[in-house]
C-alpha cells in the first residue's frame, strides 16, 4: 500500500499548460503502474494516462499529443505534463497505483 498526494492543480487559460505531480510513500514504488484519471462534474471518472514499471505508456484519445506522463522512480513521484489545455479538461485530477491506491485528487481549471 502507498500514500498519494497530488499537488499542482489551479487556474490556466486555453492553450496554456500545468504539471500535476503526485508523491508516493513507501519503498514500492518504482514496482507499481501508475495512472490519472479525471472527473468531471456531472460526469464518470475517466482513464487519461498510464505508466507502467518500464516506462511504457498509453493515453486517452483525448489528451493524446497534449499530454505526457512520467515518472521519477527515485523520488516516487509520477507527473503528468498538460500543455494545450482546453475548457474540456477541466476536472479534478487524481493519480492511482496499480495496487489500487487512489490519491485525494487536485482540481484543474481551464477558464479564460
Known amino acids: 500500500q502507498v500514500q498519494l498526494v497530488e499537488s499542482g492543480g489551479g487556474l490556466v487559460q486555453p492553450g496554456g499548460s500545468l504539471r500535476l505531480s503526485c508523491a508516493a510513500s513507501?519503498?514500492?514504488?518504482?514496482?507499481?503502474?501508475m495512472e490519472w484519471y479525471r472527473q468531471a462534474p456531472g460526469k464518470q471518472r475517466e482513464l487519461v494516462a498510464r505508466?507502467?514499471?518500464?516506462?511504457?505508456?498509453n493515453y486517452a484519445n483525448s489528451v493524446r499529443g497534449r499530454f505526457t506522463i512520467s515518472r521519477d522512480n527515485a523520488k516516487s513521484t509520477v507527473y503528468l505534463q498538460m500543455n494545450s489545455l482546453k475548457a474540456e479538461d477541466t476536472a479534478v485530477y487524481y493519480c492511482?497505483?496499480?495496487?489500487?491506491?487512489w490519491g485525494q485528487g487536485t482540481q484543474v481549471t481551464v477558464s479564460s
Open positions: 513507501g519503498s514500492l514504488f518504482r514496482f507499481y503502474a
Open positions: 505508466i507502467t514499471s518500464g516506462g511504457n505508456t
Open positions: 492511482k497505483s496499480s495496487g489500487g491506491d
